[in-house]
């Protein structure tokens, strides 16, 4: 029998929350990250829906309190590599990856990366942004501690020079532990749907077709372009942006079957953020199928968004858009359904609002656990009054993970996941 | 286009009573028509439709919609239904797998079986019978070729399709009782 211990996998808010309440219970918790950074999605948001909250300022105090919690051991760049035993009693072997820093000395002040020749594309901006190959995904990260990405790392040893901590060792091995826990939480997220597979859109190919995270990026004060919208062809304020709804959900032909519920609120979002962001003002049209807005505050946040901010919107999904080689302006053709009028309309920018898909991380973690999943890789609940059991004794899921849905619902499965964790962990 | 240009057209009201509820699985049970019911009238199809830029009363949603409804009458006497250019684009289109295309081919094969096809396309197909081509050649046009110095137009296999047409019973549709032959 275990010593009190519960396992999180995956560090988003949903497996932030869950480590916070098991460890809060006086349980030792391990939350296990397999980024530098704690935060996930919600940290390249830059405000929530419908209250416009800002992101950072409500995620990032409860990112500091895991890394400060004493009953929690936050293994970030870690990976779970072996799983045995049952409910009550599992051996987990987690490996940590070198960051050819020494964590204890880094203090996170960032002068080696000033230093760094070697430039390249930060993926937590979504690749529109740059990093350095000694990095921080981004300046709230949490450990506050660089990285050096191996893959871009020339060697030159610049930044060992510089570091006054002495932090830099390039001789770093990965580590493994070996833990014994009671049970398991899942919080591995998503990832956004691939929007290079509807050719039509031409997404990945035209400068001015960004995805709704890209967009999230430009937004955000800390993101590539400090929150300033800018167009990527040629740094241009766009005055006219165009949303695009459903993009690989709803779609059974090239994409998901399923609504992923949170496109339409982020979109109207985003479509009143533009027009806070953008000097001068801007003018955003969301074309969409439906308009889901299902959820508390939601539907007055839809009203809202028309009556106070403007924001236009047409019922049709866009057939194609056709990019102006000249100016890079995009052409978008879509039918108004509700006055039979097919038209076609110049944006200076489109947004696609794609779709949120079982992440990659969680087929990972199922290679060593499999766990039933259902048709699309999500997790499966027991059944349906036990929406955070799986169906694995003592191995308990909550956020996208086990569906799609909005950061107030994958906190309130998080917290539920966590006590049935805890019970099982006692 | 610019925002002014948004017109909401009139049209003439649809009365219930002229609406065949039937119409649609009437429809789903050929099977190239089978997936129509699961359209959710998201105007895809007609957003990427070749034909429905060059001419305003063209939009395959549109005749989904109308089918679904009911709309017997207008769907299969309309015309608009022979415009399509079968090019498939829409179907590639559509989130829900619908099969524009092969629900357009199985409403035009009702109407043809109910003599709403075009008189335009009849003749079509009886010069295809007669000559081999779908439009006559003519004495100009033998003329205008041998001045570019072209080929003279091959033989077509005409009695082979004639055969085919009387083995299939396809010719009572094309020629009327008065004709002969
Ligand atoms: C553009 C956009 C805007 C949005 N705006 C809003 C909004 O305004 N309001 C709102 O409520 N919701 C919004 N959402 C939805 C929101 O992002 C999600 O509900 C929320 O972030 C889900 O959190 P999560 O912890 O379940 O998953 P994630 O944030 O995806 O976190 C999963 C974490 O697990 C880690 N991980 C994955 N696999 C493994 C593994 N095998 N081992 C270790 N770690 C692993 C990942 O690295 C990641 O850190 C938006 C979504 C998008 C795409
Ligand atoms: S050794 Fe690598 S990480 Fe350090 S400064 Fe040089 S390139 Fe950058
Ligand atoms: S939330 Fe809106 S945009 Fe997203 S899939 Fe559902 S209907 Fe489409
Ligand atoms: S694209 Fe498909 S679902 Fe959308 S309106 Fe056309 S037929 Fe219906
Ligand atoms: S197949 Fe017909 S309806 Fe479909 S896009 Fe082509 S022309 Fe339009």
Known sequence: ?426 | MSEGEYKVPIKEPIKTKDLDPDFKYEIADTYLGRHITACFKCGACTGGCPVGILTEIYKPRQIIGEALLGMREKVLTGGELWLCATCYTCEDRCPQKVNITDVIIALRNMAFREGHTPEALIEQARNMVETGWIQKTTASMDKRREELGLSRLPKMAVEDMQKIVKATGFIKYLYKKEDKK
């Open chain 1, 1 to 426: 029998m275990s010593e009190k211990s519960v396992l999180v996998i995956g560090a988003g808010v949903t497996g932030i929350q869950a480590a916070l309440d098991v460890a809060n219970q006086g349980i030792k918790t391990y939350l296990v990250e397999k980024t530098p950074s704690v935060g996930g999605h919600m940290a390249q948001l830059d405000k929530t829906f419908p209250t416009l909250d800002c992101s950072a300022c409500i995620l990032t105090p409860k990112m500091v309190d895991v890394a400060r919690h004493p009953n929690i051991e936050l293994l970030t760049y870690s990976e779970v590599k072996e799983v045995s035993g049952a409910a009550g009693d599992f051996t987990v072997k987690i490996e940590t990856k070198p960051r050819y820093i020494d964590a204890t000395k880094c203090t996170g002040c960032g002068h080696c990366a000033l230093h760094c020749p070697v430039e390249v594309l930060n993926d937590f901006d979504e690749n529109i942004g740059v990093r350095r190959a000694i990095y921080v995904p981004f300046p709230q990260a949490v450990p506050l501690v660089y990285t050096i990405d191996m893959d871009n790392c020339i060697e030159c040893e610049l930044c060992k020079n510089i570091c006054e901590a002495e932090a830099v060792n390039f001789d770093q091995e990965s580590e493994e532990i070996e833990v014994n826990v009671g049970s398991i939480i899942l919080a591995t997220g998503y990832d956004l749907f691939d929007a290079t597979k509807l050719k039509n859109y031409g997404y990945g190919s035209y400068d001015n077709v960004l995805s709704s995270l890209e967009f999230e990026r430009l937004l955000s004060a800390s993101g590539p372009a400090g929150g300033h919208v800018f167009r990527l062809s040629d740094g241009k304020i766009p005055r006219r942006i165009a949303f695009l709804q459903c993009v690989g959900s709803r779609d059974t032909e090239h994409g998901m079957p399923y609504c992923s519920r949170v496109c339409c609120m982020y979109a109207i979002k985003n479509a009143i953020l533009a027009k806070d962001h953008i000097h001068g003002g801007c003018e955003t049209t969301i074309f969409y199928i439906d308009v889901r807005a299902f959820g508390k505050g939601f539907e007055e946040f839809y009203q809202n968004s028309q009556i106070r901010f403007g924001v236009k919107f047409v019922r049709g999904k866009v057939g194609e858009i056709a990019e102006d080689v000249d100016t890079n302006n995009l052409i978008v053709r879509v039918e108004d359904t509700e006055t039979g009028q097919l038209f076609e309309d110049e944006f200076d920018m489109v947004v696609l609002s794609s779709g949120l898909v079982p992440s990659q991380g969680s087929a990972e973690i199922n290679k060593i656990l499999n766990l039933p999943i259902d048709q699309y890789g999500f997790f499966e609940e027991l059944n349906r009054i036990s929406p955070v059991d799986t169906k694995i004794e003592g191995v308990y899921m909550a956020g996208v993970c086990e569906s799609v849905k909005d950061i107030p619902d994958g906190v309130g499965q998080a917290s539920a996941a966590a006590m049935r964790a805890s019970l099982k962990a006692i």
